[in-house]
């Protein structure tokens, strides 16, 4: 009778030494998918890719600046009307030969 009551006294320390190893387990597994999503999170965010990359956020707003500029003036100069007087082309516009304004001075067309 004593050698049961000590297994079963074993038995009993293992499944206590099991579950407080699965509980340390599940916590941690808990902090690691906590910690996983705020970094994904903190990824696609933009306020914190400003806060942690400002000057390649900057650099970026500059570029896509540039590139609609680019891409209106070229609209516009393509969007004048071309008028030929006396064998030489000229486009009437505006200044940046935006179709509509008054022509203050023609403009060759290139």
């Given amino acids: 009778m004593d050698q049961?009551?000590?297994?079963?006294?074993?038995?009993?320390e293992a499944r206590i030494s099991l579950a407080d190893k699965l509980a340390a387990i599940d916590e941690r597994a808990?902090?690691?998918f906590s910690e996983v999503r705020s970094r994904a999170k903190n990824a696609i965010?933009?306020?914190h890719q400003v806060r942690q990359h400002p000057f390649m956020v900057l650099g970026l707003a500059?570029?896509?600046g540039w590139v609609v500029s680019r891409m209106l003036r070229a609209r516009g100069r393509t969007t004048a009307p071309v008028h030929r007087a006396g064998g030489i082309s000229f486009r009437m516009g505006g200044e940046r030969g935006i179709p509509g304004e008054r022509a203050r001075y023609p403009r060759y067309a290139y």
């Fill in 30 to 32: 808990r902090d690691r």
């Fill in 62 to 64: 500059v570029a896509a």
């Fill in 45 to 47: 965010t933009v306020r």
């Fill in 4 to 12: 049961r009551a000590r297994i079963r006294e074993e038995i009993e």
